[in-house]
């Protein structure tokens, strides 16, 4: 070493023995915690809420924009181990029941619910972030992925997708009414794994082979079982697991073709105007839902790793390596209608604009397309036995009748499984 | 750099060796293998206790090469006594003997302790006073929570079993130092690696301030080293104590890329004497093969050879009685002819015969193997 080394950005730490000096990397200054950050317009004073048109915060009043402060991360955002501490830490959540909150503007005082990272004041409508402290700094929302889509492009697709399927009722465009939609921020966790599997099973091989009965020689399929043996390597990179328990996992399950690319470090401004909630399914929880898809995922390569499907006495042993997680905030629009006096939801990725939701069936169309499904083939099976009786035609006929009523039952079995899932969540 | 070093020891002015060691005291030398040494009346008649191929005898210009060939001729501050009992230095060089297949014929308890010579040889205890600048990175244990799962469809399904895993998280830290760090141990000797390796088992804590008594009763070997080069020796271990109190001073679990800028502004050198027997046992070509002993703790250091001539005496041996039942079981194959059973009976020798050939090369082989072995853990 020719030259000292600079201890510029470095601080002193307590050292153990005495005549030794220590210095450790300065920590990055962060901004003072700030309990509640209110949105108000600096040129006219008027609440400023986040555009997701311009992408910033914007005054509807005087024009007033300001963009967000920090670049894109996009899938280098931060990961986290999982960490003794950290999982000891995560299953005490963020502590506070409920919260009474003053506002600042006009005095009124809001209650929020469990959970609650917004609030908009119920009588003069400003706009607030609440910053709850975490009780531990990479248990708090750290990226989020911007809305994209605005609520009324929102409105726009769910109506042509209302009536986008020949299993809902006729108009139910026109004769449903569509509340507005909301942008909430939902909490997601997210998380990487390496998975390594070492797997045996006896795979079976189908042959045939000729055997000598009653005087012929016939031929007969037979299955040979071998052991065969395999290691599989797996890298599950950004698998998104729902952080909130409030809504329709079945619904949210289906939105989840967020583009991670577009994570940006939390910023308050994000969030004014809109709805956000904090976790209330655990980091351990979530990971136990995530390890249980990773190693579904993990066993079908195995299986594909054989040289047949016929596969039987399977057993593997799987090692996680390199695991690690973010807590984050995705967009979601959620927006109910009404149709005769029943509520249905409908949901809308943020960020894509996949919608998802429940949709009326008409289930008298249904049962009509399911009908004629299976009628051709029901009729010629008839046929077929009617003539049978009176010659041998009739056995090709009836056979083919079979074979379309087959058809017919399965093409009914998808259509009456669709509409069950479109209807009923 | 050296340039700084203390006014003690003097490397400069060699000494009158008796006025300093306080007593009469000779320069010997010898003149095969160029050993010299400080002795005493009739320790200065005897054979070389390094080569043993010669006697020692007077060198004619002692200050000549008191002035030119050694780095220092005073007397040394510390002398390690020696402290072996009689009966564990006879158990050490039993233990050293035995367990040779087919030593050589003088490789034995009785011809090694016969020969035994007492020698102090030189070591430098350096006390370094520095002040450095210093970077690394350091290394802190943490521990993660990962799992292992086994699936058995015969079974029924998944068992998890959650595993902690220890990682290092490495961070970088500076600083400054101003340390002592003393009784640095370094030969003071040139060469002779293999002595080096002995002399580093020693314990330094039990030395004791020289008297002239002490120089009676050994051969004593001065320090030949230029302290330069002793000096340069020393800086990595130096380096790697300075490391370890920079880890501990960080609290930091590992440390890794230590680098420093130091300016060592204090040194003290200790002349230590240390005791070291040595003795030999002539191998097959009558050559004689060094054996050295700890003074202190007994370990003994040396080639154990296996003889490879008494080896194939061994085999020969066995060749010969092999050869002889070949004999027999001929003699008998032949009566075989006159008496069937005997055919048997000769046929039975000759295969016995061949297996005994065979096992002839096992001493020579045997022999082989176990010098190849000590050379490569050597």
């Avoid at chain 1, 009176?390 to 074979?403: D, T």
């Avoid at chain 2, 490391?243 to 679990?253: F, G, L, N, P, S």
Wanted: negative net charge.
């Amino acid at each position: 070493m020719t030259e000292s080394p600079s201890l510029e950005k470095y601080v002193p730490v307590p050292s153990t023995l005495e005549g030794i000096e220590v210095y450790a990397p300065a920590p990055e200054v962060s901004a003072p915690h700030q309990p509640v950050v209110d949105f108000k317009c600096p040129q006219c004073g008027a609440t400023t809420a986040y555009s997701v048109l311009d992408g910033g915060l914007t005054c509807t009043h005087c024009g007033y924009y300001e963009p967000p402060n920090k670049p894109v991360m996009g899938k280098g955002a931060e990961e986290f181990e999982f960490t003794v501490e950290t999982m000891q830490r995560a299953a005490h959540g963020w502590g506070e029941p409920r919260t009474e909150l003053e506002c600042l503007n006009c005095g009124a005082r809001t209650s929020l619910s469990v959970g609650s990272l917004t609030s908009t004041c119920a009588f003069c409508g400003s706009n607030k972030v609440i910053q709850r402290e975490a009780p531990q700094d990479v248990l708090r929302p750290r990226f989020l992925v911007p809305f994209k889509i605005d609520s009324a492009k929102c409105s726009e697709l769910t109506q042509k997708w209302l009536e986008s399927s020949w299993m809902t009722v006729a108009g139910l465009k026109r004769l449903s009414r569509l509340a507005e939609f909301s942008g909430v921020y939902l909490p997601y966790w997210t998380f990487d794994s390496v998975t390594r599997a070492a797997w045996k099973a006896e795979v079976g091989h189908t042959k045939t082979e000729r055997y000598y009965d009653n005087g012929e020689w016939k031929d007969r399929i037979v299955t040979e079982w071998r052991w065969e043996r395999g290691q599989v390597q797996l890298t599950i990179d950004d698998l998104i697991v729902e952080g909130s328990q409030q809504l329709s996992r079945l619904l949210l399950g289906k939105l989840k073709d967020f583009d991670l690319c577009d994570l940006t470090p939390y910023e308050p401004t994000y969030l004014a105007g809109m709805q956000a909630r904090a976790y209330d399914v655990t980091l351990e929880q979530a990971w136990d839902t995530a390890r249980q898809e990773m190693r579904e995922r993990t066993r079908q390569a195995c299986h594909a790793q054989a040289s047949t499907s016929q596969i039987r006495n399977f057993s593997m042993d799987l090692d996680f390596s390199a695991e690690s997680w973010r807590y984050i905030l995705l967009p979601v629009y959620v927006a109910g209608y009404r149709y005769q006096d029943k509520a249905y939801q409908v949901m809308v990725n943020g960020q894509t604009g996949t919608i998802t939701g429940q949709r009326p069936v008409d289930w008298t169309k249904v049962g009509l397309v399911a009908a004629l499904a299976v009628t051709p083939g029901l009729l010629l099976c008839l046929i077929g036995l009617l003539t049978l009786l009176f010659g041998g035609v009739g056995a090709a006929i009836g056979a083919f009748g079979l074979f379309l009523l087959i058809l017919g039952g399965v093409i009914d079995a998808v259509i009456i499984a669709k509409a069950m899932s479109m209807d009923d969540i | 750099m050296i340039s700084d070093m203390d006014a003690t020891p003097d490397f400069q002015s060699p000494p009158e060796l008796e006025a300093a060691w306080g007593f009469p005291l000779q320069l010997v030398a010898c003149d095969l293998c160029g050993w010299g040494y400080l002795a005493t009346g009739d320790l200065a008649k005897q054979q070389c206790p390094h080569c043993f191929k010669a006697e020692l005898s007077p060198m004619e210009n002692p200050q000549e090469t008191l002035e030119q060939n050694l780095a220092y001729g005073y007397p040394p501050e510390l002398v390690m006594p020696f402290t072996l009992t009689p009966e564990k230095l006879a158990a050490n060089i039993q233990s050293f003997s035995q367990g040779i297949p087919y030593p050589p014929v003088d490789l034995k308890a009785e011809s090694l302790s016969r020969r035994l010579q007492r020698i102090f040889i030189p070591v430098w205890l350096v006390d370094a006073n520095v002040r450095a600048d210093w970077q690394g990175e350091a290394g802190f244990n943490y521990e993660v929570v990962s799992h292992q799962e086994h699936y058995n469809e015969i079974q029924g399904g998944w068992k998890s079993q959650a595993v902690t895993e220890t990682k290092v998280r490495w961070e970088p830290r500076r600083g400054k130092l101003d340390r002592t760090y003393p009784n640095n141990p370094v030969t003071a000797l040139e060469g002779e690696i293999g002595l080096k390796m002995l002399l580093g088992q020693y314990q330094v804590q039990g030395a004791h301030a020289y008297t002239p008594e002490t120089a009676r009763q050994a051969f004593v070997r001065l320090p030949d080293r230029n302290p330069e080069d002793a000096w340069r020796e020393l800086l990595p271990s130096l380096q790697s104590a300075a490391a370890e109190e920079c880890r501990q001073a960080a609290k930091a679990d590992h440390l890794r890329d230590f680098r420093w800028r130091s300016d060592f502004y204090h040194r003290n050198w200790t002349l230590l004497l240390l005791p070291l027997y040595m003795t030999h046992y002539l191998d097959d070509d009558n050559q004689p093969q060094p054996v050295y002993l700890n003074g202190q703790s007994g370990i003994a250091s040396g080639d154990r050879r296996a003889s490879p001539k008494r080896a194939r005496r061994a085999g020969l041996f066995i060749l010969a009685a092999a050869g002889l039942i070949i004999l027999i079981s001929l003699l008998l194959t032949l009566a075989g002819l006159m008496v069937t059973p005997l055919l048997a009976v000769g046929g039975i020798g000759l295969v016995i015969a061949t297996l005994v050939g065979i096992a002839a090369i096992i001493p020579p082989a045997i022999a082989w193997q176990f010098n190849r072995s000590q050379k490569i853990g050597s």
